[in-house]
Nanobody, 118 residues
Framework: VQLQASGGGLVQAGGCLRL?????????????MGWYRQCPGKQRELVAQ???????NYADAVKGRFTISRDNSANTVYLQMTDQKPEDTAVYFC?????????????WGRGTQVTVSS
């Protein structure tokens, strides 16, 4: 499974960005799709994730500001980020827990940089 993320960049505090991530490969089912982020000097942390049944889970730091959504017909997950804060600056990684002929495994994308200026 390959994950290709896009949409990162530089935004001012209070602004908006939307991240997209497309999964490709011999996929039977994308059970979970989501986003993690890693700030400089910190551990990677969950931002948001969504199941194939659209159950969602958010980090407390982004609740009410970020929205995760999926287009299952296009194997795509989105992260709409609003009211961004400088502490949202991080490399954002797309993930999926996918079922393939190899069974159920987690896959990671390469990451896209999001920088929020104050």
């Amino acid at each position: 499974v390959q994950l290709q993320a896009s949409g990162g960049g530089l935004v001012q505090a209070g602004g908006c960005l939307r991240l997209s991530c497309v999964a490709s490969g011999r996929i039977f089912r994308l059970n979970v799709m989501g986003w993690y982020r890693q700030c400089p000097g910190k551990q990677r942390e969950l931002v948001a994730q969504a199941t194939v049944g659209d159950d969602t889970n958010y980090a407390d730091a982004v609740k009410g500001r970020f929205t995760i959504s999926r287009d299952n017909s296009a194997n795509t997950v989105y992260l709409q980020m609003t009211d961004q804060k400088p502490e949202d600056t991080a490399v954002y990684f797309c993930i999926t827990d996918a079922t393939t002929y190899r069974g159920l495994n987690r896959y990671w994308g390469r990451g896209t940089q999001v920088t929020v200026s104050s």
